[in-house]
């Protein structure tokens, strides 16, 4: 297909073809940007600031304290309440600066997750995000991309559109190049020049000019054909509703409670209210929910720092719990950067880097291949057979290009070949060259069942070399009448070429790891088994030798195919739809499967994957809106690290949860057993428990998020995914922990009245000393596995500044009079202040033995095993 020499978007603005080959400039971009607006839709956005402020407001913690600093406005306690009105800004504003942090990473995967579009810029084809795409664009349309805007049909090979979103038309339909003069109509129906955004490419290949984008598309003015999309809620989000749930109850009876006895044995109601709202802050946990979010949003951005892009957070909490990973071989555990390393014809085994003259034989085959090739390839493989033939004779390669195409017979999964028919000026006759595995090519050509046998052997001996083998045929056609199907020619047979694809230093090592990990790796690959066994020996796969091809595949019923799935590493020969059987044998053993995948026959088997992934670089749309996760660099050591992020996710989110249900334990401890007593002093007041929210939200969110995974994480058993975050455990380790500080500060309390302490200075003691039990307890929960003094030596800023941040008002509040007079303290002498330290020191010190006990025994059992 000769490419057309001029066109234009606009009758007054004629372009050549090869300047508008170049596309667009960086600077043209950034002005239509400017001018028109991102290539989006009006959709779901963001919450505004507006929204977040109402959402803050609206959380239970918020209310409590601003119906404290009402009730003390009325009672007269100005202080008080200006106090808890600061307290409640400073509140208001963390959680602000969380909330917007958290809905800009958000955003920002959003705008990494939309679909990608091959463009044409600055001469060169780049991908981007489908928004950033702009009128005037050259937009590169292939097999199973999403269409990012309306376009101009400039250059067409077959391509065949699904535009079913638009028109509900249950067949794709066919495109013509656009004749410049055309304008713009709506959807429907064969023969159109335009494409339209939101449709899907089912096959071929073109070129387009954009001319419309956002709201001005199509799609733009249908406005209702697309909905709101809205995520169905975790399982880590319905666990943490309940828990949330579950401590609110608990809340509101323990208050009432507390409200009850208060007034009985005081008979003061407004001390009582006012007692038992603080008691009511103290035990609702509702740091859980942000923290879930923070951690999931965050996580996922890291992630994305990785080349690893969350598409659905629910991928995060199954990561941890992966068994098995489903890969791909070319462009995941290879560069997919094809080189033509050798061609075989009839007897002659040429390995062509070795060889300055090639015989005729050899050099048809070469030739044939290039034919049998797109004439502008995006594929790695037949980029390398034009660079063969290029760099070895570039004169005969500039001559091929003089040659018209005029039919192409591609390939497809009943017959994996593709035929190109040529027109080459001065001859009468139509030259085909036919390319594709040697068993679709043996097929259409005239050979005998010996000369089968030779072949096979050939593609045999070459497969086990680790490389990927074609064959290559050519007919002659002398009518102007061309078969519709490839299957009605008789191809000569001329030979095969084999092309290696290098695998990444990386893959081996990260192999490693899935097997330490307890993960099972399990190759899967459209190549002969010998170049699929010689790559899996390559990057140390497990049972080699144990391969299932796509045929043996076919013939096993489910029950046999999941049988064999426990043993076996590699599938070869195998189609995508196959994909699917092998994700749901998987499944049916039990196990927890992540699956890559790249193509439009991919999405299937992504979408029923537990952890569908698909790849950023030469993945279709259709693939990446199938899968959970989508790899920017296509790369299986990123796939490891997405593993390892997950786990560390998990791990420190359950951290944070244990650190957050221990504080609460001591503080509804002493707001509730005073208030129960006559007499005896109220330890806290909404101030006490307002500050403490200002140490525990950063604490429970930022820190934890920032810490560094544990050093066994990849060396665990994955994680069963029905184990629940909070466990019984994990339950019993937090109250203990936070019963521990307890019953220390109940010891200073009764001490303290025993000594005749006055109430504010008793106070100070106590607070004081929980503040430090605190920082004991982000401490020593930031690792399970760790010493305190390794924590120590384990860098975290957001522990560092937490810890100087808290030291400093903790000064503040024990010396400076004014600062102290609001919180109902004393001044406090350093000695005091100390003794303070080291008991709170003392409250949890009882874990750090816990943890040494049970590392020892671990690792007495690993060197008995």
Not at 41 to 66: A, H, Q, Y
Not at 174 to 195: A, C, M, N, Q
Not at 637 to 655: E, F, P, Q
């Amino acid at each position: 297909m000769q490419i057309a020499r001029s066109y234009s978007v606009k009758e007054d603005k004629m372009k050549e073809y090869s300047n508008l080959k170049q596309g667009l400039t960086t600077k043209e971009v950034e002005e239509k940007l400017r001018r028109e607006g991102y290539n989006e839709l009006p959709g779901s956005k963001g919450r505004n600031l507006g929204k977040l402020i109402w959402d803050i407001i609206s959380e239970p913690m918020f209310i409590l304290l601003v119906a404290c600093a009402v009730i003390y406005f009325f009672l007269g306690d100005l202080q008080e309440a200006l106090v808890l009105t600061a307290s409640v800004v400073i509140v208001m504003s963390i959680e602000l600066i969380q909330e917007r942090k958290t809905e800009k990473a958000l955003e920002a995967l959003k705008n990494l997750s939309s679909p990608r579009a091959l463009v044409i810029r600055n001469g060169e084809q780049i991908r981007i995000p489908g928004r950033e795409v702009v009128t005037d664009d050259l937009i590169i349309l292939a097999e199973g991309d999403r269409i990012p805007a309306d376009a101009y049909i400039l250059e067409n090979d077959l391509l065949s559109v699904d535009e079913s979103l638009l028109t509900g038309e249950s067949v794709p339909v066919r495109k013509r190049i656009w004749d410049k003069k055309e304008r713009p109509s709506t959807p429907g129906g064969d023969d159109l020049p335009f494409v339209y955004s939101g449709t899907l490419v089912v096959s071929g290949r073109g070129i387009a000019q954009v001319f419309a984008t956002g709201e001005r598309t199509e799609l733009g003015k249908i406005g209702k054909s697309l909905e709101t999309i809205t995520e169905e809620e975790t399982r880590l989000s319905k666990e943490t509703g309940r828990l949330v749930k579950y401590f609110a109850i608990f809340a509101l009876l323990i208050c009432a409670f507390v409200v009850i006895v208060f007034y009985v044995t005081r008979k003061h109601l407004i001390n009582a209210l006012l007692t038992g709202i603080t008691l009511a802050m103290s035990v609702l946990p509702e740091e859980f929910p942000v923290v879930l979010t923070v951690f999931m949003a965050l996580g996922a951005w890291r992630m994305s720092k990785k080349n690893v892009l969350v598409r659905r957070l629910q991928a995060i909490e199954s990561l941890g719990s992966a068994t098995v990973l489903c890969t791909d071989k070319t462009g995941t555990i290879t560069y997919n950067k094809m080189t033509l390393q050798k061609i075989v014809s009839n007897s002659e085994n040429i390995e062509l880097k070795n060889s300055a003259k090639l015989s005729e034989p050899i050099l048809n085959t070469l030739i044939h291949s290039v034919l049998g090739s797109m004439r502008e390839p995006f594929d790695p493989m037949e980029k390398a057979i034009h660079n063969a033939l290029n760099d070895l004779d570039p004169s005969i390669y500039a001559e091929l290009q003089t040659y018209q195409e005029i039919r192409e017979y591609p390939l497809t999964d009943e017959l994996r070949a593709m035929a190109k028919v040529w027109k080459i000026s001065g001859k009468t006759n139509y030259t085909v060259a036919l390319k594709g595995s040697p068993e679709a090519v043996i097929k259409l050509c005239s050979v005998n069942t010996e000369e089968i046998n030779a072949i096979m052997k050939q593609v045999s001996d070459l497969a086990e070399e680790g490389l990927r083998v074609l064959g290559i045929a050519s007919c002659e056609i002398k009518t102007d009448v061309l078969p519709e199907k490839l299957t009605d020619l008789s191809f000569c047979y001329l030979g095969l070429i084999g092309l290696a694809d290098p695998i990444r230093e990386t893959v081996p090592e990260a192999v490693k790891i899935c097997y330490k990990a307890g993960i099972r790796v399990i190759m899967i690959t459209g190549d002969y088994i010998g170049t699929a066994k010689a790559i899996g020996k390559q990057i140390g796969l497990k049972n080699v030798d144990n391969i299932i091809s796509g045929s043996e595949l076919d013939q096993m019923s489910d029950e046999e195919l999941a049988e064999k799935c426990k043993q076996v590493s590699i599938f070869a020969r195998v189609v995508p739809q196959q994909k699917l059987r092998i994700v749901q044998a998987l499944k049916a053993n039990g196990e927890i499967v992540a699956m890559t995948g790249d193509g439009v026959n991919d999405a299937p088997a992504l979408k029923a994957a537990n952890i569908g992934i698909s790849m950023g670089l030469r993945g279709t749309d259709v693939a990446r809106e199938a899968s959970a996760i989508v790899l920017t660099d296509d790369d299986f050591s990123s796939i490891v690290s997405a593993v390892k992020m997950g786990r560390r996710i998990y791990d420190n989110l359950r951290k944070s949860f244990t650190y957050v249900f221990s504080l609460h334990v001591p503080i509804a401890g002493m707001a509730m057993i005073p208030a129960s007593f006559a007499d005896y002093p109220i330890i806290y007041f909404p101030v006490h428990i307002a500050f403490l929210e200002l140490i525990i939200d950063p604490a429970c969110s930022i820190v934890f998020e920032m810490e560094k995974e544990e050093d066994d994480i990849m060396e665990r058993p994955p994680r069963s995914v029905d184990e629940k975050l909070f466990g019984t455990k994990r339950l019993i380790i937090g109250f203990l922990q936070g019963l521990g500080v307890l019953i220390l500060l109940l010891l200073m309390y009764f001490w303290g009245i025993n000594r005749g302490m006055g109430e504010n200075h008793l106070r100070a003691h106590i607070f004081t000393t929980l503040v430090f039990s605190n920082l004991m307890l982000i401490t020593t929960n930031r690792s399970w596995h760790k010493n305190l003094f390794q924590i120590i030596r384990t860098p975290n800023k957001g522990m560092t500044y937490l810890f100087l941040g808290v030291f400093a008002i903790v000064l503040l509040m024990i010396k400076v009079p004014s600062v102290t007079n609001i919180f109902h303290l004393e001044t406090m002498s350093i000695m005091e202040l100390l003794t303070c330290l080291i008991l709170g020191n003392m409250s949890v010190a009882w874990f750090e033995i816990y943890k040494l006990i049970v590392n020892r025994k671990s690792a007495n059992k690993h060197l008995t095993e």
